[in-house]
T-cell receptor, first 112, second 109 residues
């Protein structure tokens, strides 16, 4: 099993450009999450999903959109990138109890 | 004040030393997680606790619900233990985690 994979691993965007980050899991998990990690701060939840076709806002959702059209995939979109969105993005998935989260390898995004 | 506080922020030890990392939280929780982030960036779950104590190899996690406190211990530390250790708490009735800032551990040979 590949576990949780993220595409791409690195990306550089110019301010105003758009992009989509793809997260895929092969563990048949119901729950999926998108986090960002910034220096000096803990992981912060952007959006999450408790099942196919559902999404919900996390702690820092502004400037991001998500979709969960298939159970195994969770997409994170940036419609108009800003330098403040420079960060490392992690995707995770968990079963519906006991909720142990499995993380992807991360995507390093730089917005110039 | 953050909901999850870790101490210390940075810790340097010599190989073989006993390591303790602390985590305090200020809200009611259903479970506490300890995770490890390797220098390459990957994050793995070490423990998930709702009370008491768990042990896996040289790692021990303890939790005191009354004091809202957890500790992660590493016995006979090794340079390969060098990583960021992250505490996270899960609130009642949900799957969302709130994370501490992490503790950077460096174990020197």
């Amino acid at each position: 099993n590949a576990g949780v994979t993220q595409t791409p691993k690195f990306r550089v965007l110019k301010t105003g450009q758009s992009m989509t980050l793809l997260c895929a899991q092969d563990m048949n998990h119901e729950y999926m999450y998108w986090y960002r990690q910034d220096p000096g701060m803990g992981l912060r939840l952007i959006h999450y999903s408790v099942g196919e076709g559902t999404t919900a806002k996390g702690e820092v959702p502004d400037g991001y959109n998500v979709s969960r059209l298939k159970k195994q995939n969770f997409l994170l979109g940036l419609e108009s990138a800003a330098p403040s969105q420079t960060s490392v993005y992690f995707c995770a998935s968990s079963s519906a109890g006991p909720y142990e989260q499995y993380f992807g390898p991360g995507t390093r995004l730089t917005v110039t | 004040k953050n909901e999850v506080e870790q101490s210390p922020q940075n810790l340097t030890a010599q190989e073989g030393e006993f390591i303790t990392i602390n985590c305090s939280y200020s809200v009611g929780i259903s479970a506490l997680h300890w995770l490890q982030q390797h220098p390459g960036g990957g994050i793995v779950s070490l423990f998930m606790l709702s009370s008491g104590k768990k042990k896996h190899g040289r790692l021990i996690a303890t939790m005191n619900i009354q004091e809202k406190h957890s500790s992660l211990h590493i016995t006979a530390s090794h340079p390969r233990d060098s990583a960021v250790y992250i505490c996270a708490v899960r609130g009642p009735g949900g799957s969302r985690l709130t994370f501490g800032e992490g503790t950077q551990l460096t174990v020197n040979p």
